[in-house]
């Protein structure tokens, strides 16, 4: 069970199994607070849990900024012919 992520709610969140034409069998959540209404298919809560997971990780991204001192003949002799200014 989860909680409700609706503001102002933060009810219960159920997994039903539906029994209407159409949609029958297809697991949905609902936030069990009558007033709420929160209701969600399954597969499209999946479906954004993951969306949710590989945005997060495309966000852990790190700007590094090096900043080194060096002798300028000890510079040419290890980098010669691997950098250019």
């Known amino acids: 069970m989860s909680n409700c992520k609706r503001l ?3 009810d219960v969140i159920k997994l039903f199994t539906s029994t209407k034409v159409g949609s029958y069998g ?5 936030c069990q607070n009558v007033q709420c209404e929160k ?3 399954l597969k499209d ?20 900024k090096i900043t080194f001192e060096m002798n300028i003949d000890d510079f040419i002799r ?6 250019t200014l």
Not at 45 to 64: G, P, S, T
Not at 78 to 83: I, L, S
């Open 8 to 10: 102002r709610c933060n």
């Open 26 to 30: 297809l697991k949905f959540l609902k």
């Open 39 to 41: 209701f969600m298919w």
């Open 45 to 64: 809560a999946i479906d954004a849990d993951e969306k949710a997971k590989e945005d997060e990780k495309k966000k852990v991204v790190q700007n590094v």
């Open 78 to 83: 290890d980098f010669k012919g691997k950098t």
